[in-house]
């Protein structure tokens, strides 16, 4: 699953400090715009307790978490759409992203400058989100006359399904909706998604708070309202800060249980923007248990066990013949694969058994 999801945000919003912390990869930070200039790619481990659960259970040589990945985009500024700051090289990077990582800053700072002069999230956010509106509305614009001709014209069955989905994104984006607000049947879905709309695209809202407020992030007034529009646009919003994030992915783990003891939080916030992240493009995971390795591995939500296998091998997809299956919460309760068995808990899938997250999964095959 070679997914990416991209952090945007305006100038020193934390951007960057949040990818450091999220990657340790060392992404470039300065106190001034554009420090980013080309996007950093990192990879990151996905935090799930239910692996080492697993291995407690059913030992192996080696434990393999899943990995995701996440891009650090440039900062946006304003009149990006139009080529303000290097606007159209950044739109182009998110075009290439699967998802979006809104950063917002939600803390004060007379040190940190930011690009407006003042701290004020939601016009921050509108910023953002008006430029991907823009830039999906020039999209359009470009495609809509050549494409009406043709339909019009040709009766080409193709461009009269394009022509009627442009009719309809048209509208929306003028009012100053984005293409998401919208529902599209399977078909519908196809043509959008071969048109790459920045505003098609997934969105999660993160709040960079200050350290005071890790522990209750609702208790900022800024956090508050980012929430609040997030609530409207169907998206989903995480408080951390980003900084304290980073300083928290240097500790040894003994210091960093006894920070986030201190600090009243039972993990980083990090661990879940990655599983926030992770499940917005729909990805779950399935586990192999036992033997040389036990691992998790990502999948997409809606796929069929054969499918599934050929995540592992293409053999596997190929020569698929049932999935022995076992639900993690059953593992968990009943403390060992041979009680999961005695219990009748252990299923044979087949061909149409689409797989859940969690499963615990042993294909049988042959080629």
Same mark, same amino acid.
């Given at each position: 699953?070679?997914?990416?999801?991209? &952090?945007?945000?305006?100038?020193?919003?934390? /951007?960057?400090?949040?990818?450091?912390?999220?990657?340790?990869?060392?992404?470039? =930070?300065?106190?001034?715009?554009?420090?980013?200039?080309?996007?950093?790619?990192?990879?990151?481990?996905?935090?799930?307790?239910?692996?080492?659960?697993?291995?407690?259970?059913?030992?192996a #040589?080696?434990?393999v978490?899943?990995?995701?990945?996440?891009?650090d985009?440039a900062?946006?500024?304003?009149?990006?759409?139009?080529?303000?700051?290097l606007?159209?090289k950044?739109?182009e990077?998110?075009r290439?992203?699967?998802?979006?990582?809104?950063?917002?800053?939600?803390?004060?700072?007379?040190?940190?400058?930011h690009?407006?002069g003042?701290?004020?999230?939601?016009?921050?956010?509108e910023?953002?989100n008006?430029?991907?509106?823009i830039?999906?509305?020039?999209?359009? #614009?470009?495609?809509?006359?050549?494409i009406?001709?043709?339909?019009?014209?040709?009766?080409?069955?193709? +461009?009269?399904?394009e022509?009627?989905?442009?009719k309809?994104?048209?509208?929306v984006?003028?009012?100053? /909706?984005?293409?998401?607000?919208?529902?599209?049947?399977?078909?519908?879905? /196809?043509?959008?998604?071969?048109l790459f709309?920045?505003?098609?695209k997934?969105?999660?809202?993160?709040?960079? &708070?200050?350290?005071?407020?890790?522990?209750?992030?609702?208790? %900022?007034?800024?956090?508050?309202?980012?929430?609040?529009?997030?609530a409207? #646009?169907?998206?989903?919003?995480?408080?951390?800060?980003?900084?304290?994030?980073?300083e928290?992915?240097? =500790?040894?783990?003994?210091?960093?249980?006894?920070f986030?003891?201190m600090?009243?939080?039972?993990?980083?916030?990090?661990?879940?923007?990655?599983? +926030?992240?992770?499940?917005l493009?729909?990805l779950?995971?399935?586990?192999?248990?036992?033997?040389?390795?036990?691992?998790?591995?990502?999948?997409? %939500?809606? =796929?069929?066990?054969?499918?599934?296998?050929? &995540?592992?091998? %293409? #053999?596997?997809?190929?020569?698929? &013949?049932?999935?022995?299956?076992?639900?993690?919460?059953?593992l968990?309760?009943?403390?060992?694969?041979?009680?999961?068995?005695?219990?009748?808990?252990?299923?044979?899938?087949g061909?149409?058994?689409?797989v859940?997250?969690g499963?615990i999964?042993?294909?049988?095959?042959?080629?």
């Amino acid at each position: 699953m070679s997914l990416t999801a991209g &952090i945007v945000g305006l100038p020193n919003v934390g /951007k960057s400090t949040l990818f450091n912390a999220i990657t340790k990869a060392g992404a470039e =930070m300065a106190n001034y715009p554009f420090a980013t200039i080309e996007p950093n790619v990192g990879v990151v481990e996905v935090p799930d307790s239910r692996l080492a659960r697993i291995q407690e259970i059913e030992p192996a #040589d080696k434990v393999v978490p899943t990995t995701f990945e996440f891009t650090d985009i440039a900062g946006i500024v304003k009149g990006a759409s139009k080529g303000e700051g290097l606007g159209n090289k950044f739109l182009e990077n998110i075009r290439q992203t699967d998802a979006i990582i809104e950063v917002v800053r939600a803390f004060e700072d007379s040190e940190i400058t930011h690009v407006t002069g003042k701290v004020d999230p939601i016009a921050d956010i509108e910023t953002i989100n008006t430029e991907l509106i823009i830039a999906d509305m020039e999209q359009i #614009d470009k495609r809509y006359s050549k494409i009406e001709k043709a339909a019009v014209n040709s009766k080409d069955k193709a +461009a009269i399904a394009e022509y009627n989905v442009l009719k309809k994104i048209k509208p929306v984006l003028e009012a100053g /909706k984005p293409v998401r607000s919208l529902q599209f049947d399977e078909e519908e879905k /196809k043509i959008v998604h071969n048109l790459f709309f920045l505003t098609d695209k997934p969105m999660l809202y993160v709040a960079n &708070i200050s350290e005071g407020d890790m522990a209750d992030p609702a208790s %900022s007034q800024f956090y508050q309202a980012i929430s609040d529009y997030a609530a409207k #646009d169907g998206a989903e919003v995480i408080g951390l800060a980003a900084k304290t994030e980073e300083e928290i992915s240097e =500790m040894d783990q003994a210091d960093k249980a006894d920070f986030l003891e201190m600090a009243g939080v039972s993990e980083p916030g990090l661990n879940k923007l990655i599983r +926030a992240a992770y499940h917005l493009l729909g990805l779950r995971t399935f586990f192999t248990a036992g033997g040389k390795e036990t691992r998790a591995w990502t999948f997409k %939500s809606g =796929m069929k066990a054969p499918q599934v296998a050929g &995540i592992i091998h %293409s #053999d596997f997809e190929r020569g698929f &013949i049932r999935a022995e299956t076992i639900s993690f919460p059953d593992l968990d309760k009943l403390g060992s694969v041979a009680a999961v068995k005695a219990a009748g808990k252990l299923r044979s899938e087949g061909k149409e058994y689409l797989v859940q997250d969690g499963d615990i999964i042993n294909f049988r095959f042959n080629v």
